[in-house]
């Protein structure tokens, strides 16, 4: 199980990232081939499933700490923001999940996920990169998110796209 310190969410974030930054690659390869199956299958569907392998011991420490994370982790695909190439052979996608102290349901804050991949076959271009925010309303999360990276605040949710029809974002 992962060493995580919930000291705080900035604590909790780098100790999360740093086990991430060991288990992104292992973990894709020992899946390599259930990965590759799911991708031919169900496109990038895949990458939920490997999201699921990569984040649930991290997902059982924080249980174990006492943490709760809404969503769970990585994040809620509705609210995600996803950009990137028009080839669509290198995206990113941004989740993000509250977490809150399970004793007192007091917020931590927010621990925000960033897979970089490809539509056009199962590749992750770059590693699976995680960071802490010290705010917990969704509503204050998208605007720091935004304030940092000017392709989050022009990208809209999910949700958005699903409930209009649009396509895929640029």
């Known amino acids: 199980m992962p060493s995580i ?16 930054a060991c288990a992104w690659q292992p973990t894709q390869n020992a899946h390599e081939a259930r990965l590759q199956h799911a991708f031919a299958r169900a496109g990038e569907r895949a990458y939920g499933l490997y999201l699921r392998l990569l984040f649930s ?29 028009a080839d669509d052979s290198e995206r990113q996608r941004w989740f993000w999940s509250c977490v809150v102290r399970e004793d007192d349901e007091a917020p931590l804050g927010t621990l925000v996920t960033v897979l970089h991949h490809d539509h ?19 509503a204050v999360v998208e605007q720091e998110l935004g304030r940092m ?11 958005l796209h699903a409930a209009y029809g649009a396509k895929a974002q640029p």
């Open 57 to 85: 011991p991290l997902a059982r420490a924080m249980r174990a700490a006492g943490l709760a994370v809404y969503p769970p982790l990585p994040g809620g695909l509705a609210d995600s923001r996803e950009w990137g190439l």
């Open 149 to 159: 990276n000017g392709a989050f605040a022009a990208a809209a949710p999910l949700r």
């Open 5 to 20: 310190d919930t000291s705080s969410i900035e604590r909790l974030g780098e100790t999360s990232a740093a086990w991430l």
């Open 120 to 138: 056009t076959r199962f590749r992750l271009p770059q590693p699976v990169q995680l960071f802490a925010l010290p705010v917990a309303r969704a």
